[in-house]
C-alpha cells in the first residue's frame, strides 16, 4: 500500500458516487446505516458504561458501513452481516479494531476534558425558554465560548486520523497506531480534494435544507415537513458514509499500480 494523490476535483467526485452507489442499493445501504444507529443510541441510553462501549464500535461500525459500499461498488447486494466485517475477519482484525475504538474513546474524553477547561463559565439568559430570544442568546453564547473551538480545532486532527484508519485495519491489516498514522498523513497530503470534499456534502445539505425551506413556506406549515426531514436527514447521512468508501479508495494503492483516481 501507498499513498496516492489526486487533484482537488476528485472531492467532488467522491460526493457524486457516493450518491450514485447509494441509489444503486437504496434500502440496503439506509437500511444497514439505521441499524448502526439504532444500536449506537440504545448502547448510548445504558447508564455510565454505555456511551463509552457506543463510541467503542465507531470503528467497526464505520467499517462494516464501507464494506457494504464496496459490495454495492462491485453491483452485489449488501447483506446485514456486512455490519460485521470487522468482526468476521478475523482474530487479529478484531483486536485491533477494538483497540483502535478504545483509542477514539480515549482521545474523545481527552478532548472533552480540555474543552470544558476553556469552557465560559457566564451564565445565559434563556428566559423564557421557548423565545426566539432565548434561542439567539444561547448561540451567541456557544459561538463565544472559547471551549466550543478548542473543540473544533481539536477534533479535526482526531477525524483525519480516523477517516481512513478502520479501512486499513479491516482491509490491509494495518495496525492501530500505523493506521492513524497514514490516515492523519493521506487526508492531508490531499487536502484540497478532502476540501472540495466538504464542500460539496456542506453545499448539498444547505441546498436540501433550502428545498425544505421552500416548501413548508408553499405549504403554510412545518408539520408535514418536519415528517418529512428526519427520514431524509437519515438518507443523506448513508450517502455520506457511502462516499467516504471512494475517498479511501482514492487515497491508497497497491504498490505497481498506476496513480489516479
Given at each position: 500500500?501507498?499513498?496516492?494523490?489526486?487533484?482537488?476535483?476528485?472531492?467532488?467526485?467522491?460526493?457524486?458516487?457516493?450518491?450514485?452507489?447509494?441509489?444503486?442499493?437504496?434500502?440496503a445501504?439506509?437500511?444497514?446505516?439505521?441499524?448502526?444507529?439504532?444500536?449506537?443510541?440504545?448502547?448510548?441510553?445504558?447508564?455510565?458504561?454505555?456511551?463509552?462501549?457506543?463510541?467503542?464500535?465507531?470503528?467497526?461500525?464505520?467499517?462494516?458501513?464501507?464494506?457494504?459500499?464496496?459490495e454495492?461498488?462491485?453491483?452485489?447486494?449488501?447483506?446485514?452481516?456486512?455490519l460485521?466485517?470487522a468482526?468476521?475477519?478475523?482474530?487479529?482484525?478484531?483486536?485491533?479494531?477494538?483497540?483502535?475504538?478504545?483509542?477514539?474513546?480515549?482521545?474523545?474524553?481527552?478532548?472533552?476534558?480540555?474543552?470544558?477547561?476553556?469552557?465560559?463559565?457566564?451564565?445565559v439568559?434563556?428566559?423564557?425558554?421557548?423565545?426566539?430570544?432565548a434561542?439567539?442568546?444561547?448561540?451567541?453564547?456557544?459561538?463565544?465560548?472559547?471551549?466550543?473551538?478548542?473543540?473544533?480545532?481539536?477534533?479535526?486532527?482526531?477525524l483525519?486520523?480516523?477517516?481512513?484508519?478502520?479501512?486499513?485495519?479491516?482491509?490491509?491489516?494495518?495496525?492501530?497506531?500505523?493506521?492513524?498514522?497514514f490516515?492523519?498523513?493521506?487526508?492531508?497530503r490531499?487536502?484540497?480534494?478532502?476540501?472540495?470534499?466538504?464542500?460539496?456534502w456542506?453545499?448539498?445539505?444547505?441546498?436540501?435544507?433550502?428545498?425544505?425551506?421552500?416548501?413548508?413556506?408553499?405549504?403554510?406549515?412545518?408539520?408535514?415537513?418536519?415528517?418529512?426531514?428526519?427520514?431524509?436527514?437519515?438518507?443523506?447521512a448513508?450517502?455520506?458514509?457511502?462516499?467516504?468508501?471512494?475517498?479511501?479508495?482514492?487515497?491508497?494503492?497497491?504498490?505497481?499500480?498506476?496513480d489516479?483516481?
Open positions: 500500500m501507498r499513498l496516492n494523490l489526486v487533484p482537488a476535483g476528485t472531492g467532488l467526485q467522491w460526493v457524486r458516487l457516493g450518491v450514485k452507489t447509494f441509489f444503486r442499493q437504496p434500502l445501504l439506509s437500511g444497514l446505516f439505521f441499524m448502526f444507529m439504532a444500536v449506537v443510541s440504545v448502547l448510548s441510553a445504558v447508564p455510565l458504561a454505555g456511551l463509552p462501549l457506543a463510541l467503542l464500535l465507531v470503528p467497526a461500525g464505520t467499517a462494516g458501513l464501507m464494506s457494504a459500499t464496496r454495492a461498488d462491485a453491483g452485489r447486494f449488501p447483506m446485514p452481516v456486512q460485521l466485517a468482526f468476521r475477519a478475523g482474530r487479529e482484525r478484531r483486536r485491533d479494531m477494538l483497540a483502535l475504538g478504545a483509542i477514539y474513546v480515549i482521545a474523545l474524553l481527552v478532548l472533552v476534558m480540555l474543552a470544558a477547561l476553556f469552557a465560559s463559565a457566564e451564565p439568559d434563556l428566559t423564557p425558554p421557548d423565545s426566539p430570544e434561542a439567539e442568546a444561547l448561540m451567541t453564547h456557544a459561538l463565544a465560548d472559547p471551549g466550543l473551538w478548542l473543540a473544533m480545532l481539536l477534533y479535526l486532527p482526531l483525519m486520523a480516523f477517516w481512513h484508519a478502520p479501512a486499513l485495519v479491516l482491509w490491509h491489516g494495518t495496525s492501530p497506531a500505523k493506521s492513524l498514522f490516515s492523519l498523513m493521506a487526508c492531508w490531499n487536502k484540497a480534494a478532502m476540501l472540495v470534499f466538504g464542500l460539496g456542506t453545499g448539498l445539505l444547505l441546498g436540501v435544507g433550502l428545498l425544505l425551506s421552500l416548501l413548508a413556506a408553499l405549504l403554510g406549515g412545518g408539520g408535514l415537513i418536519n415528517i418529512v426531514a428526519y427520514p431524509l436527514v437519515l438518507l443523506l448513508s450517502m455520506f458514509h457511502a462516499s467516504v468508501y471512494f475517498s479511501f479508495r482514492d487515497s491508497f494503492v497497491e504498490a505497481g499500480e498506476t489516479g483516481p
